[in-house]
């Protein structure tokens, strides 16, 4: 099976900007994460998404958002970008069972800059 | 909440040597994963080793294993053989649920020639 795919592998946007990221899941899983990796405050989670809504959420500022298709792919969007969020966006496919723990794998990551 | 502590912030080793990672967790939860992941200079997040909490055997696979001491909430990875393509981050996690994976702030890990 191929892996978990993301696009673009990286972005340079100036401040003030949007971005939408894009995730592919593994073919049959029906549940996307979204991670994001700074040096400073390490792996934090931004949101999950399994069937099209929104499961989980972490605590981000409503300028991050999602969405999942029903193909399972997955979107998130930053509007009006920070010089804060220059990170590493980590995407993470699991299978979408209800109720157990699962094992997350994950894409090669976006690497986002912002000026 | 669940916690997630890896005290050791970077680690080194010779090629061939066996090396042991430190991870302790908190959780009230009983159904609950943990995994050790790697994440080299590539930046990709790649899987390393599963422990189910409920499993009283410790995983393995190939040279990684894991030393699981559910009443003292460790999860240890030790590393045998130690190679160069070892070298990278390595991230202990936990997950229960339909949750969000909990990580420890890593260990970084280098192997020296």
């Known amino acids: 099976k191929a892996g978990v795919t993301q696009t673009p592998r ?24 979204w991670y994001q990796q700074t040096p400073g405050q390490g792996l934090q989670f931004l949101f999950e998404y399994f069937s099209e809504t929104q499961r ?37 496919s699991s299978p ?3 109720g157990i723990p699962e094992t997350q794998y994950f ?9 | 909440a669940q916690t997630v502590t890896q005290s050791q912030p970077e680690m080194s080793v010779q090629e061939a040597e066996t090396v042991t990672l430190s991870c302790t967790y908190d959780t009230s939860e009983n159904n609950y994963y943990l995994f050790w992941y790697k994440q080299p200079p590539s930046r990709q997040m790649i899987l390393v080793i599963r422990q189910e909490a409920y499993k009283q055997q410790n995983a ?12 003292a ?3 240890s990875l030790k590393i ?11 991230f202990c996690a936990l997950i229960f649920g339909n949750e969000k994976l909990t990580f420890g702030t890593g260990t970084r890990l280098t192997i020296i020639p």
């Open chain 2, 73 to 75: 909430k460790s999860f």
């Open chain 1, 10 to 33: 990286y972005l340079i946007k100036t401040r003030g900007q949007q971005v939408t990221l894009s995730c592919s899941p593994i073919s049959g899983h029906r549940s996307v994460s």
């Open chain 1, 96 to 98: 979408g069972t209800g």
């Open chain 2, 60 to 71: 393995t696979e190939n040279r990684f294993s894991v030393n699981f001491q559910k009443a």
């Open chain 1, 107 to 115: 894409g090669p990551g976006t690497r986002l800059l912002v000026l």
């Open chain 1, 56 to 92: 989980n959420k972490g605590n981000f500022p409503g300028r991050f958002s999602g969405r999942q298709f029903s193909n399972s792919r997955s979107e998130m969007n930053v509007s009006t970008l920070e010089l804060g969020d220059s990170a590493l966006y980590l995407c993470a």
């Open chain 2, 80 to 90: 045998s053989d130690s190679q160069l393509g070892d070298t990278a981050m390595y």
